[in-house]
């Protein structure tokens, strides 16, 4: 994750002394922050601080506004890189019919190749709660049925009066 933080660019840079690199890329050397500001400008481009954390402080002579566009290129470039999981949730109940059983693992199908995880939760009312082994049973049968193209990220788990489970696609 790139951290948004601001860049110092010429008068805004505090540190007394600066290591300097070019704007072919070749290593000046140490420096005071006025005579890097003088020499920069004097190119007319800007010094940037580079590294702040760095002692002393890493900055380049190099255009600001170029600089600018590049980081926001990067910045593009990896957030077009990156994939957002959603969590999809198929929610049972421990006497669901076979129909809607392969109906919802259809669907279920349908989400893990479209790289999204699935929530199976198995929802228990009334005296249905105290079999939970029906609710057991039905959740490693989905597993099962989605083996071939999902792992269980979150194995089951009972949360209150349901039973869930988590599927990641592979």
Request: aromatic share 6%; proline share 5%.
């Amino acid at each position: 994750m790139i951290i948004n933080r601001p860049v110092r660019v010429n008068q805004q840079i505090r540190s007394p002394q600066v290591r300097v690199i070019g704007a072919d890329g070749q290593q000046i050397g140490i420096l005071e922050t006025r005579e890097a500001i003088e020499l920069a400008l004097s190119e007319g481009l800007d010094l940037v601080e580079i590294s702040p954390v760095a002692k002393p402080p890493v900055c380049r002579i190099i255009d600001y506004g170029k600089y600018k566009y590049e980081q926001s290129r990067k910045e593009k470039d990896a957030k077009k890189k990156q994939h957002v999981f959603q969590v999809k949730e198929i929610r049972l109940r421990p006497k669901t019919d076979e129909h809607d059983y392969q109906f919802k693992v259809k669907h279920a199908e349908n989400f893990l190749t479209h790289k999204d995880k699935v929530k199976i939760t198995v929802m228990f009312k009334g005296r249905e709660s105290t079999h939970r082994e029906f609710g057991q049973r039905l959740l490693e049968r989905f597993s099962g049925d989605l083996s071939d193209i999902a792992s269980i990220e979150i194995p089951i788990r009972v949360e209150g009066r349901d039973m869930v489970m988590v599927l990641a696609p592979k």
